[in-house]
């Protein structure tokens, strides 16, 4: 297999883009750099994108890995036929070449290798030859009685070559790969409740799977992965079957090739080759296949989640105090300013009940937002959230609408609380006022913030802790990757978690950074890295474009131009008579229509720069120091309050999508529960990915379809809304 062809023709990339990719990616550059600066070379490959080919070169290299340790194993045992090298080189699966293998493994003891010790594979190999005019079965077996070797009877040896025969007919790759496609086309699984599940499953979490029952084609990848936890729990009992009828008679088609005197010994040999050998093992691996495609989907759920949560817009130039809400250990309160710098901590107990402790928060709270100016308050939403927002509500009233408050998703808040990192960052404050910091500092920059925290515990995903950690960890650090990437960082003010995410860079060198910046004080120019210990050239071309700094003594330091595209630029500038003070003070208004008029591919000749390049700077140029974050919707604010008992069934109302799953989306509405829009309320059209049609963090119009009130359920939809 030519692996680089493969590629080319899997991502419909031309042969010279393919072999670059490749080569780029061999030669240990990011993805991040790849997609942001070699567009010439790449075709313009977007970076997820470009992740799932690399994700599909290692399986593809892996494979060919793979097939060649089976070849010189097969070539050693000197087994091997030109029929089997086809075979292997045309395997485009490992589970293909592992089938090929299957019948030359060194097998552990089982009925058919003691039956080849008996000295009875002969006659295994007689029956399978189905001569027409073959010798009776019994005359054959009375040759291969052999006391000294155990076969004492006639019935010894056929029944030891019919072990024989059963695990030829399993080890057979084309039965196998036959039998594979019939499973994964009239496979059902189904489940039922283990004896004593009822009190297993007091909850009724798995009432749904108690007796269920559907066809593997329709499965969706959640209920996969509940069934599985179900049976992890001993909760469920679950099988995946295909009609048998249908299984024996393609095992039998296979083997049996007409009339014979051992066509029945064949015909028992092939039902006893599927239920003892061929279905338990089939069974396993498409189960394995579900749980895989599952994973591989919730994992993707997952980073779908994650990429517009890290992405969120910022709340700059704004003093938040951060609230976290609490009962008998009250709420912990900490301010921070518009650089995330803690001004004051405190705690109060508004919800432990009672006017007096009421009015002595509202007295703590009023002296802080005066004295420190707050402009928003953040508040967590967990336990006590509701009555937290709703003495907020309150006391905010009193500022006439200078000053608003918003509920923060503080998922994964504790987490960076308790780690050696927030210990690290705030060694003087407890658990919980560096929730309140958290808090406080995921509105002001929510990447900054969120990539402190492990992403699994950042609560938008589904079945997160049942994922492969290390697939979940390399998906999902690719992902926080990309966005911080896309960003950009500040590099005079970016913590040492921030750095190490950038291209180039990882968290021993971040730290050296962050250490030569305390030492020598702030970066002057980028040039500058490269006197950081251990971030040598290659460190440098991959990050540098990435880094940012603001107010040094080079503009194109405060964009995501490349240092080795910074005398193309200048050249570009002169051409058009700009100057360095004209890109400082946003003067280049009129740059892309004269780049038009005067002809890219002119320009980028004369500039010495790629085409896309020539795009990339222009832009640059005209927005120094700009966030992509800036263009999105900003964070909504309240100043009012509603409670479950406010809403009632027709009400539209907006609300923030929260998490998107499989089966629809989460949306905070602002009473403390979030609402489910199912996927069947989505749209007025057929929805098959919710993700098509919402993303964490977007501001949305819903219906109140229904609310229990006993299981504190709301039910949402957004169809007929425009």
């Given at each position: 297999m030519n692996v680089n062809e493969k590629i080319m023709q899997e991502f419909s990339l031309t042969k010279e883009h393919a072999d670059n990719i490749i080569s780029l990616l061999d030669d240990g550059n990011t993805v991040p750099f790849i997609a942001r600066y070699r567009k010439e070379l790449t075709g313009?490959?977007?970076?997820?994108?470009?992740?799932?080919?690399?994700?599909?070169?290692?399986?593809?290299?892996?494979?060919?890995?793979?097939?060649?340790?089976?070849?010189?194993?097969?070539?050693?045992?000197?087994?091997?036929?030109?029929?089997?090298?086809?075979?292997?080189?045309?395997?485009?699966?490992?589970?293909?070449?592992?089938?090929?293998?299957?019948?030359?493994?060194?097998?552990?003891?089982?009925?058919?290798?003691?039956?080849?010790?008996?000295?009875?594979?002969?006659?295994?190999?007689?029956?399978?030859?189905?001569?027409p005019n073959g010798a009776p079965l019994e005359e054959l077996a009375k040759e291969y009685i052999n006391l000294d070797l155990g076969v004492e009877t006639v019935k010894d040896a056929i029944s030891g070559a019919s072990d024989i025969i059963a695990e030829k007919i399993s080890d057979d790759a084309d039965i196998r790969k036959a039998?594979?496609?019939?499973?994964?086309?009239?496979?059902?699984?189904?489940?039922?409740?283990?004896?004593?599940?009822?009190e297993k499953d007091k909850t009724g979490v798995y009432e749904?799977?108690?007796?269920?029952?559907?066809?593997?084609?329709?499965?969706?990848?959640?209920?996969?992965?509940?069934?599985?936890?179900?049976?992890?729990?001993?909760?469920?009992?679950?099988?995946?079957?295909?009609?048998?009828?249908v299984a024996f008679n393609t095992v039998k088609k296979a083997?049996?090739?007409?009339?014979?005197?051992?066509?029945?010994?064949?015909?028992?040999?092939?039902?006893?080759?599927?239920?003892?050998?061929?279905?338990p093992s089939i069974e396993r691996e498409i189960r394995n296949l579900l749980t895989e495609n599952a994973q591989e989907k919730a994992i993707q759920t997952f980073e779908c989640n994650l990429r517009p949560l890290l992405m969120q817009a910022p709340l700059k130039g704004k003093v938040v105090m951060g609230f976290d809400p609490g009962v008998r250990t009250g709420c912990k309160i900490a301010v921070v300013d518009e650089t995330g710098k803690v001004l004051g901590k405190t705690v109060v107990y508004p919800t432990l009940g009672g006017d007096k402790r009421i009015q002595d928060a509202k007295v703590e709270l009023k002296k802080f937002i005066d004295a420190f100016n707050v402009d928003v308050i953040a508040i967590g939403n967990g336990t006590a959230s509701k009555e937290s927002e709703i003495f907020?509500?309150?006391?905010?009233?009193?500022?006439?609408?200078?000053?608003?408050?918003?509920?923060?998703?503080?998922?994964?808040?504790?987490?960076?609380?308790?780690?050696?990192?927030?210990?690290?960052?705030?060694?003087?404050?407890?658990?919980?006022?560096?929730?309140?910091?958290?808090?406080?500092?995921?509105?002001?920059?929510?990447?900054?913030?969120?990539?402190?925290?492990?992403?699994?515990?950042?609560?938008?995903?589904?079945?997160?802790?049942?994922?492969?950690?290390?697939?979940?960890d390399e998906v999902l650090g690719g992902t926080v990757e990309d966005c911080v990437n896309s960003v950009g960082v500040d590099l005079n003010t970016a913590s040492a978690s921030?750095?190490?995410?950038?291209?180039?860079?990882?968290?021993?060198?971040?730290?050296?950074?962050?250490?030569?910046?305390?030492?020598?004080g702030k970066f002057v120019t980028r040039a500058e890295l490269l006197k950081v210990k251990k971030l040598g050239e290659k460190a440098y071309t991959q990050c540098a474009?990435?880094?940012?700094?603001?107010?040094?003594?080079?503009?194109?330091?405060?964009?995501?131009?490349?240092?080795?595209?910074?005398?193309?630029?200048?050249?570009?500038?002169?051409?058009?008579?700009?100057?360095d003070e004209d890109v400082k003070n946003n003067k280049l208004g009129s740059l892309s229509d004269k780049i038009k008029a005067y002809g890219v591919q002119k320009l980028s000749k004369e500039c010495g720069l790629?085409?896309?390049?020539?795009?990339?700077?222009?832009?640059?140029?005209?927005?120094?120091?700009r966030d992509v974050r800036d263009s999105l919707p900003a964070p909504v604010l309240r100043s009012d309050i509603l409670s479950l008992s406010d809403l009632k069934e027709g009400m539209i109302i907006s609300g923030v999508v929260r998490n998107v799953t499989d089966f629809g989306a989460f949306v905070d509405i602002g009473v403390h529960q979030d609402g489910l829009v199912h996927i069947s309320e989505l749209s007025d059209t057929f929805v098959k990915n919710p993700q098509s049609v919402v993303t964490v963090g977007q501001s949305v119009q819903v219906r109140v379809k229904g609310i229990d009130t006993k299981k504190n359920r709301i039910s949402l939809s957004m169809r007929g809304i425009k």
């Open positions: 313009h490959i977007d970076d997820q994108v470009l992740r799932s080919l690399l994700d599909r070169l290692n399986y593809l290299r892996n494979l060919e890995k793979r097939k060649q340790e089976i070849e010189k194993s097969i070539t050693e045992q000197g087994k091997m036929t030109d029929e089997i090298a086809l075979a292997l080189e045309n395997a485009e699966t490992m589970t293909e070449a592992e089938d090929i293998y299957r019948p030359f493994k060194q097998k552990k003891k089982t009925r058919a290798t003691i039956a080849i010790a008996k000295g009875l594979s002969p006659l295994a190999d007689v029956i399978l030859e189905q001569n039998l594979r496609k019939i499973f994964l086309r009239l496979g059902v699984l189904s489940s039922s409740y283990q004896k004593d599940a009822t749904t799977y108690k007796e269920f029952s559907e066809p593997i084609g329709q499965l969706k990848s959640h209920r996969v992965l509940a069934v599985n936890r179900g049976e992890k729990e001993d909760v469920l009992k679950v099988k995946l079957e295909i009609p048998e009828v083997v049996v090739k007409g009339e014979s005197p051992y066509k029945e010994t064949l015909v028992l040999s092939c039902e006893d080759a599927y239920k003892r050998l061929i279905e907020i509500a309150d006391l905010i009233k009193d500022y006439k609408g200078k000053v608003s408050y918003i509920v923060v998703s503080e998922a994964g808040a504790s987490v960076y609380s308790a780690s050696e990192l927030g210990a690290k960052e705030f060694p003087t404050f407890d658990v919980s006022e560096r929730s309140a910091v958290s808090i406080a500092r995921r509105l002001q920059d929510p990447l900054a913030e969120l990539i402190k925290i492990d992403p699994k515990s950042i609560g938008v995903g589904q079945y997160q802790h049942d994922m492969p950690v290390a697939r979940l921030l750095l190490s995410y950038v291209s180039g860079l990882n968290k021993s060198i971040a730290q050296n950074v962050i250490e030569y910046r305390d030492k020598n474009g990435f880094l940012r700094i603001s107010g040094g003594s080079n503009i194109l330091d405060n964009t995501a131009v490349h240092p080795e595209s910074y005398e193309g630029a200048e050249k570009l500038l002169k051409i058009f008579g700009y100057t790629g085409e896309d390049t020539v795009i990339d700077v222009s832009e640059e140029l005209m927005k120094p120091g």
